[in-house]
């Protein structure tokens, strides 16, 4: 589909249309001069000129908006490919700017298709839905994420109840098993359950109605002292396939790990319920992501081999990705910085079982290697220190997986995005 700005575009003010002219600039200066990959400055530079853009942008759009702790942007990306399978044409901010310079960015450079998905961040929910008009919202899970920057996952869930409340409207779709989405959702007259499962449980001990302890058994939580509880959900998935009131699906991702598993469930439920996509259709899309934003790309080493690059972000993300690793016959590196992006606090890295590595050739890596490398001590991993990433995995033999912080993950990925 050819896109025509100038009809795309009528609609628009001229400050509106000046703004996505000016951010464009800025945005390619950014990336001329290798300051960045333009997108969050060049939506910067259109707010900054046109504060009303993210509801002259998205008008005449149906939007869903994706948004979780972990697993947004291959959410996003996923169901976004499921939609473009059925021929239908999307816009989508895919580099995972999801604050509203990054949103407003991304619709701006796409202005004529009429669906757009968009990753937003977890605190922005609130104050981008109305001037984005969105018809659909994903609900992902609520973990700790960067405590310096977030504050503790009730803040965040408080956020999304108020959405939920005063948007009835609303098509959700949402996580069954995490606590705080549940609680989060509260009786939205309109909502799809997927049930995902709940590895980590560590930040859900607790009712987040009542405070007092939750009762889990092995896929389901309950409160024994107000009642509180996982809901029916009409979307469940097993192990590899997605379970249907229409019947099975067979997921079998390109994308590894349970973790991508749950993010293709969220998705395919998002295809079929929020869109009305035919699911073999949205399967073929799904099926064919291999990388979602440098996730799990290669990086070339200095001596010829390539190593794949995962990122982990928060104890949820950590242990999930240690358990996929764990079987694996392969080197580990573990590259963490603790800048904004990152977090400023590493004191996370105890809640994380790097206990999972013993045995494992591993290298402690990235501005916080000490830190990293103090941990790993505690934990009785046999381990070597290197701060350069590179360099610590051409120290390893054999095929080498660096799992990096997201300040880390995103100067080894930016090469090959």
Known sequence: MTTDPENAQRH??????AALALGGLAGRASKMTGRGAGTQVSG????????????DVARGRRVAIVSATNGKTT???????ALRAAGLPVASNHTGA???????AALGREPDPEIAILEVDERWVPKVIDPLDADV???????????????????????WRTVCDTHPDLTVIANASDPHVVWSVGGHPNVTWVALGAPW???AATCPECAALLTWSADSFRCDACGFAQPPADYRLDDNTLITPEGPLTLDLTLPGDWNRMNGALALTGAIVGFGIDPAVALTGLRAVDVVSGRFSDCRLPDGRDARVILAKNPAGWTEVLRWLEPRATAVVLAVNAHVADGRDPSWLWDVPYELLRGKAVAASGERALDVSVRLDYGGVDHLAEPDPLAAAARLTGDVDIVASYTQFTHLTRATW
């Open 75 to 81: 959410t996003t990306r996923l169901l976004a490919d």
């Open 44 to 55: 910067r530079v259109m707010l900054a000129v046109a504060p009303d853009l993210l509801a």
């Open 201 to 203: 449980r560590s930040d």
């Open 12 to 17: 628009l003010t001229p400050r509106a249309r």
């Open 98 to 104: 999801n604050m509203p310079a990054g949103v407003a």
């Open 137 to 159: 919202l994903i609900l992902g899970n609520l973990t700790r994420d960067q405590l310096d920057r977030f504050g503790e996952v009730r803040s965040i869930a408080e956020r």
